[in-house]
Every structure is written in structure tokens, then in C-alpha cells.
């Protein structure tokens, strides 16, 4: 059964006990109080007919068994008393009758003492309702009852003609009531059905699909917490799938990085050993064998350094960043100068917490890709500004620049803008990899500007703290 359905079954459940409840509590008051007012009005109607007989008795001091029946019959035929039955008996026989309701009086002449009135009911074969009112008086020496009935089935007839309107209204009320509830309970558990079917979506793998559901309530932020959920999903899905596109390139770039070195090493060595070289061709193969294997043995290096890396337990020193890059140029200066390239730098001083070998791959790879870019003669400018939490080194370059598409993806592995140059000069396609993971592991950022044909700039934000 659906949650609305039972929403509305319970409803109607309370409603139907409280409207039932409530409905014949009022129509039972109401017809015990009419049937108190019968009561006092008939016993009021009695005790003047007994006090009559109590006058007349008074004043004919004759007064006996055959003259209060006459008044009594005087009384009557007047109309002075509206009984549906009366009997007047002593305590041997009935002195005067009237009405055929009065074979139905029960006998409560052992219960009557004194003045007390006896007020009882019963009803007739027709089903109709009556008060019996008892009592007794006296005529002369002799003890006389007197007992009447009075007509009440119009209080019946009333109660039962409420009942059936209230039955009637009471059945409508309870249609009426499973309409709304059920209306209102659609409303109320709609949200649901959105939030069952985009969960339904997102399991068959639309994880764009949103419930978006606004309302101040619970439901509502139940819907926030699942939108936000889905979105968290859909982001990791779209990492993991971008993880998953990296990790192909990388096994693809690694293989083939492997395979051109080797075919090459495995070609030269094959030739060195099955034919008859001169010593200048001898020299040629092995020099080619010697570079590449020396290109092997960087990648190594490099795949070892970026595993390294991501495993290492930085223990951080205070460090000044502005004497670390003055030592790394004045180290290089000279090599790039022999290469057209000039190297300057201009150095914030001050000190903060950096792992000192990390810095020190950090600075070299920048300053290597930053030559690579060249094509010919260039300038390389380092810049050290120093943070409130950390410090900035920004690498500027006047080459060739980076392509726009390029851009997001220069920081994955064996990743190359220009495959054939980048091979030439020696490189894998992992210095940036590893510059990437060394600001991530320093808390910071690596950002890349660049403009084809004006150069490049790669900034580096360390924020591993500030030495006190």
C-alpha cells in the first residue's frame, strides 16, 4: 500500500472515531435532556393531580373509594389532564381505569412509601414509549395508588430521526473527508514520488537529474541533501571517469615511451653484433645506444621521484626561498647562457616552512621546462614574493608559449605539447606532474599563463606556513 494511501486511511480513521464519538455524545445529551424535561413536566402534571385529590379529600371529610374516582373521571373527561392511561386501585381492586396502555403498568405498589412518586417506563406492542409515575394517597381510612402513563415516544421518534440524518451527514462528511485527505496527502507525499524517480534516474545513470524541490519544510531540505548528494556523485563519477581517461594516457604515453628506446637499443645492439661496422658507425650506435638509455634511465628517475613524492611525509624546515633560487641560478647561469638563454631573478626576502628537496625538483623542473620553450635565444625571469602563510615563485618566459587547449592538461604524466621537440630535448613529459604534486603536498597552487608566441608564466603558491 502507498505511504498516501495509509495517510489517508488513517485520516479518515480519526475522523470517522472523533466525528462518531462526538456526533452520538451530542444527540445522547439531547435526548436525555428532553427526556428529564418529559420527566419533571409529567411529574409536575402528577403531583398537581395528587394534590387536587388531596384538597378534595381535604375538604369532603365523606370523600372514600367511590367519590375520588368520580373526580377523578371529572378531571379527565375535562381535560384537565392529558394521561395516555390512568388506574386508581386499593389494595384489593381496581376503583377506576382508563386507556389501554394500562395493562402494561407494572406493579410497584410494594415499592411506594409515604409521598414518594415512583417514575418508571415501558412500551406497548406498538413500541411505543411511556413514563409510569406511581404513588399513593388516601379516601378516608383507605390507602389508595394511583398510577398514570405518559406518552415520551415523540422523544424517540426525535432521537431516532436524528440518528438517521446524523447517519446521512456522518457518511458524506467521511466521502468528503477521503477526497480531501486523499488531495492532501497527493500533495503532501508528491515530493516523494519526485524524489523516488530521481533516484530512480540517477540509478539508471542520468546523474544530471536534479528533484529540485523548493519548500520550507522537511521534505524540502530533504530534497537539498539529495540534490547535493547527487551532484557530489556526478562530480565523482565525472573525476573518476577523467581518472580512469588518465591513467589509459599514462599506460599508453609509458608504453611508448619504453618501446621507441628499446626498439632503437635492441636495433643498434642487434647491428653492433651481427655485422662488421666501421669504428665511426661503431661510435654512432654506441652513442645512440648510451642517449637512450640515458632517456631511460631519466624516466625512471622521474616515475620514481613522482611515486616518491606522493608517498613522502614532508618534514618542513624554515627556509629562505629568495637565497635557495639566488644559488639555483648562479648554479645555471652559466649552462644557459652557453645556450642564448639569460636567467635572472628577483628575489622578496624572508623565510617559511618548505621541504628543501622538494623545493629544490620544484625550482629545477620549472627553470627546465622554461629553457625547453625556447627556440633559440630567450630570457627566463624568477620571481619570489613572499606570503603571509607561505610564498609565491612565479617562472616567466619569453618562448613559444602553450596552446589554449594544452593548458588543462600539461600537469598529467608523459603529457607534451610538442612530442618530437620534447623527445629531442630529452624530456618524458613528467617535470610538471611533479611540480603539481609538490605544491599539492606544500597545501598550494600551480597556475599557468600563457599566449602562444609570447611565452609563459607558471606561478607556484607554497602555503606550508610562515616560520615564527
Known amino acids: ?18 466525528i462518531g464519538i462526538g456526533g452520538g455524545a451530542l444527540i445522547n445529551v439531547s435526548f436525555q435532556t428532553s427526556l428529564n424535561q418529559e420527566k419533571e413536566t409529567a411529574l409536575k402534571s402528577y403531583q398537581l393531580m395528587l394534590g387536587a385529590l388531596q384538597i378534595v379529600n381535604g375538604t369532603n371529610t365523606q370523600a372514600d373509594s367511590v367519590t375520588i374516582p368520580k373526580t377523578l373521571k371529572q378531571m ?82 426525535t432521537r431516532a430521526r436524528n440518528l438517521a440524518t446524523y447517519y ?74 577523467d581518472a580512469m581517461e588518465r591513467q589509459d594516457r599514462f599506460i599508453g604515453s609509458f608504453a611508448h615511451e619504453m618501446k621507441t628506446p628499446m626498439t632503437s637499443i635492441i636495433g643498434y645492439a642487434d647491428l653492433l653484433r651481427g655485422q662488421t661496422l666501421s669504428a665511426e658507425e661503431q661510435a654512432e650506435a654506441a652513442n645512440y645506444i648510451f642517449s637512450e638509455g ?28 629568495a637565497k635557495i633560487v639566488r644559488e639555483t641560478v648562479a648554479s645555471l647561469k652559466p649552462i644557459y647562457q652557453k645556450e642564448g638563454v639569460a636567467l635572472n631573478c ?20 620549472l627553470l627546465d621546462n622554461a629553457k625547453k620553450a625556447m627556440e633559440g635565444e630567450g630570457s627566463i625571469r624568477i620571481e619570489v614574493t613572499m606570503l603571509s602563510n607561505g610564498c609565491r615563485i612565479a617562472v616567466a618566459d619569453n618562448g613559444k608559449g602553450i596552446p589554449p587547449e594544452a593548458l588543462a592538461h600539461i600537469t598529467e604524466a608523459f603529457y607534451r605539447v610538442d ?5 629531442k630535448q630529452g624530456g618524458v613529459g613528467l617535470g610538471l606532474a611533479l611540480c603539481a604534486k609538490i605544491a599539492e603536498l606544500h597545501g598550494g597552487t600551480i597556475r599557468f599563463a600563457s599566449k602562444p608566441g609570447e611565452g609563459t608564466t607558471v606561478t607556484v603558491e607554497l602555503k606550508g606556513g610562515r616560520s615564527s
Not at 537529474?209 to 548528494?229: C, H, K, P, Q, Y
Open 76 to 157: 379527565t373527561s375535562q381535560g384537565l389532564f392529558s394521561w395516555a392511561g390512568l388506574n386508581l386501585s386499593s389494595e384489593t381492586e381496581t376503583l377506576y381505569e382508563q386507556g389501554s396502555v394500562t395493562t402494561y403498568f407494572s406493579d410497584v405498589s410494594e415499592r411506594l412509601t409515604g409521598d414518594h412518586c415512583l417514575v418508571t417506563n415501558f412500551k406497548d406492542a406498538q413500541n411505543k414509549r411511556y413514563l409510569q409515575l406511581s404513588g399513593q394517597t388516601s379516601a378516608g381510612a383507605d390507602k389508595l395508588y394511583l398510577t398514570v402513563a405518559y406518552d415520551i415516544s415523540s422523544i424517540y421518534i
Open 419 to 423: 612530442k618530437s621537440r620534447s623527445r
Open 294 to 321: 640515458k632517456r631511460l634511465e631519466s624516466l625512471s628517475f622521474k616515475l620514481l621521484d613522482l611515486f616518491v613524492t606522493g608517498k613522502k611525509n614532508l618534514v618542513k624546515a624554515s627556509l629562505s626561498p
Open 168 to 241: 446521512r451527514i456522518f457518511f458524506v462528511m467521511i466521502l468528503l473527508c477521503a477526497v480531501l485527505a486523499y488531495s492532501m496527502s497527493y500533495m503532501l507525499t508528491r515530493p516523494l514520488s519526485v524524489l523516488s524517480k530521481a533516484s530512480k534516474e540517477i540509478a539508471s545513470g542520468n546523474l544530471s537529474f536534479r528533484s529540485e524541490i523548493f519548500t520550507n519544510d522537511e521534505v524540502g531540505s530533504l530534497s537539498s541533501d539529495f540534490d547535493a548528494m547527487a551532484e557530489q556523485v556526478e562530480q565523482s563519477v565525472h573525476d573518476l571517469k
Open 346 to 365: 628577483s628575489c622578496q626576502e624572508g623565510t617559511c616552512l618548505l621541504e628543501p628537496d622538494l623545493f629544490s625538483s620544484l625550482l629545477l623542473n
Open 1 to 18: 500500500m502507498k505511504f498516501r494511501f495509509k495517510i489517508t486511511l488513517c485520516m479518515i480513521c480519526l475522523l470517522s472515531f472523533l
